[in-house]
């Protein structure tokens, strides 16, 4: 059969959140007494939000209690919260819209596999959340990429096999999760930070239908070996 389902990473593929991130994280970090830029803030793309806080802290050379943790996570999220509920389908990254147009008019379903807890509020707030046939965010997962455990529920409610899931991401984490799923992982972004994936493009502007009938046909090779 040669059939195809897309797993779409959330931030940084359909939205660009990092920079509300970046802003809550900021707060954190100057509560603490020290500086946080955007270099460090690469490095929380992709990571979930407890891990992120432990990369922070780290940053800074700070210790906390489990119970300072849990507040910061708590108020940093609400800070972030601030920034997302004022979000509109305008911050879908260009060729997003397009490329679900695409994948609908091919008959390939897609879910969402992200590492955030918020994800289902920010495709709400996009007006995107009903295109979806599945969501598989922070709130489902015991494992945080690179553990491929997201990407492979996801592949579940396609009701597909992983080597034909076709991931889209934009951090290094989530395409090594789609790698170890095997599932043919397209890095959206800096080609060298994510040299790892199988196909890489700047943005979804650059995503063709004849790209993506392209992998219905690889998909149909790797059956046949
Ligand atoms: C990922 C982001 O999608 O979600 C990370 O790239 C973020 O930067 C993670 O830490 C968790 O997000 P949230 O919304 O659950 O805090
Ligand atoms: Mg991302």
């Not at 495709?123 to 295109?131: A, D, F, H, I, K």
């Not at 799923?181 to 196909?199: C, E, P, R, V, Y």
């Amino acid at each position: 059969m040669n059939k195809i389902g897309v797993i779409f990473d959330l931030d940084g593929v359909i939205v660009d959140t990092a920079k509300y991130h970046f802003l809550a994280w900021k707060g954190v970090a100057n509560h603490l007494g020290f500086e946080f830029t955007e270099a460090h803030n690469e490095l929380l793309k992709g990571v979930s939000r407890v891990r992120s806080l432990e990369i922070l802290l780290d940053i800074g050379k700070v210790k906390l209690s489990e119970a300072k943790k849990q507040e910061f996570l708590i108020s940093k999220n609400e800070e972030y919260l601030k920034y997302i509920t004022k979000m509109g389908p305008e911050e879908i990254l260009p060729g997003a819209s397009k490329l679900l147009d695409t994948l609908d008019e091919l008959g390939i379903q897609y879910v969402l596999g992200s590492a955030s807890k918020n994800a289902p509020l920010i495709l709400r707030q996009v007006n995107l959340y009903e295109r979806f046939i599945g969501i598989v965010d922070g709130n489902s997962v015991s494992k945080a990429k690179p553990d491929p455990e997201v990407f492979l529920i996801g592949a579940k409610k396609l009701n597909l096999k992983p080597e034909h899931c076709v991931v889209f991401e934009d951090a290094i984490a989530g395409i090594d999760a789609a790698n170890t799923a095997h599932m043919i992982s397209i890095g959206i972004g800096d080609k060298q930070t994510l040299s790892n994936a199988d196909f890489n493009f700047k943005n979804l502007t650059e995503i063709t239908s004849d790209f993506i009938k392209s992998l219905i046909k690889k998909t149909q090779t790797i059956k046949q070996k």
